[in-house]
Structures are given as structure tokens and as C-alpha cells.
């Protein structure tokens, strides 16, 4: 069933209106017609609605249902990424919405692909923000996964002070003792939040990781291989919530 991400401001009691460029996706791209059936989301929700009549800018659908979008399970998963390419980038945002990451926070550090915020343009904010919102409706998730504007690493790493119950680890190809695993049970006590720390292409400098050790956050090993940014993404978080107990279903 196709799912879409509305605002509040749609919904009434009963009915759920489309225009702008909702509408052009829902009923010119996705061929929506009048008796179409599929779900709308909100915070927290989700409804199925029933199109009853189709304009030629504007549409309403009938709430026929309602149910409650489990939140995400807590400890919350989040992902701080020095700055990759933008393409490698919009890959990672949409599986990090899949994998039920809560927020992202860009960092900029000495091999980010940029060093400023002021570099990314209106026009890409809003594109990432589409393919958040895409990939949430595509996954049926119930919220919007947070993506912060970029700050330095050395200021991230000092915003984890200000965290005693935050658990922050970066994967590393040099030499290091631990696996996740390893790591998250000897830094499993009373963890309110996990962060996975992740470099740019070219990983982090020699510097930032002497830095990273010394301000407690811990290098863990994905094995020998040396992989891309957004692959190391995607297996940092999966085994992070796998050992943390996040990926069990409903009971």
C-alpha cells in the first residue's frame, strides 16, 4: 500500500485534502483515482482514506481508519557524519531513515567534503529533506528523522561532555581491540542515546583520531575491509542495534 506524509493542516475531522505539488505526485505520477485506497501519515499516525473526488488541482480523500505508528524504540540510534559527497550523502539519508536512525548531525572535519554550512545551497536542503520524507512514507515510519546543519567535529565531540548518559563510537580501519559488540558492553550502563561517528571520504586525520581517544570516544572494527562511508553507515547502525536489542519485532 503507497503511503504519503501530509501536515496537519490537510486533515479535518474526516477528510484530508492534496494540492501543490502533493497533488501532481499522488494523481498524475502515482495515478491515484477517485475509490483509490491508501495511507496518509502524520506524527505518530496513520490513516486510511478513500479518494472522493478528484480536481484539477485539488483532491479530498474520506478517513475510512486510524492507527497509532509505533515511536521509535529507545535508546535512540544517531548518526554524526563529517560531511561526504552529496551524492554518497542522499544515499545515506535514505537508509538511515529506513534503519530508524533518530537524527542526523553534519560535522565538518579536516577531510569533509565541505567545511561550511553556508556551501549547501536551499535547493539541496530541500532536495534531502524530499528524500527523507520519501524514504520515511516508503518504510511507514512515523516521524521525520531530524537532519542538523553542520558543526565542527571538536564542537560535536564537546556537546558529549554535556551527555554523561550519551555512548559515542567511530569506526576505524587502524588498530583497535574492540568490535561493537565489544564496545557496547563495556559502555552499556544506563545509555539514554548511542551516536555512531563516521568520517568523510578518507576517514579521519591522524590528529582527530588521537583526539577522538583521548575525549573517551571509542574506535571499533568492521572487520579488515576497508569500506565506503555510506556502507560503513549502514553496518555500524545495524550491528549497533542488533546488540542494543533494537531490532526485535512487535510481541
Known sequence: MRRYWIESEQKNENEVRFDGEQFHH?????????????????????????????????????????????????????????????????????????????????LSSDFSFIKKSEKISPNK??????????????????????????????????SLTQKPSSMCLFGYEGSTPL?????????????EEAWILVGAEGGFSHAEVDKLKTSGVGPVT?????????????ALTSVLKYEMGLMRGKL
Open 26 to 106: 499522488i494523481f498524475d505520477v502515482c495515478r491515484q483515482e477517485v475509490g483509490s485506497k491508501f495511507e496518509v501519515l502524520l506524527p505518530g499516525e496513520a490513516y486510511l482514506v478513500e479518494v472522493l473526488e478528484i480536481g484539477k488541482r485539488s483532491a479530498r480523500a474520506n478517513i475510512i481508519e486510524q492507527r497509532v505508528i509505533e515511536p521509535l524504540p529507545r535508546p535512540y540510534v544517531n548518526l554524526a557524519l563529517c560531511v561526504p559527497r552529496f551524492n554518497v550523502l542522499e544515499s545515506i539519508l535514505e537508509k538511515a531513515v529506513e534503519m530508524g536512525v533518530h537524527e542526523i548531525q553534519l
Open 179 to 191: 568490535s561493537v559488540k565489544e564496545f557496547f558492553q563495556k559502555n552499556s550502563g544506563k545509555v
Open 125 to 158: 536542503w530541500e532536495r534531502w529533506e524530499k528524500i527523507i520524507r520519501s524514504s520515511t512514507q516508503q518504510s511507514g515510519r512515523g516521524d521525520l528523522m531530524e537532519l542538523k546543519t553542520p558543526i565542527t567535529l571538536d564542537n560535536f565531540v564537546q
Open 222 to 234: 568492521l572487520g579488515p575491509q576497508i569500506l565506503r562511508v555510506e556502507t560503513a553507515c549502514l
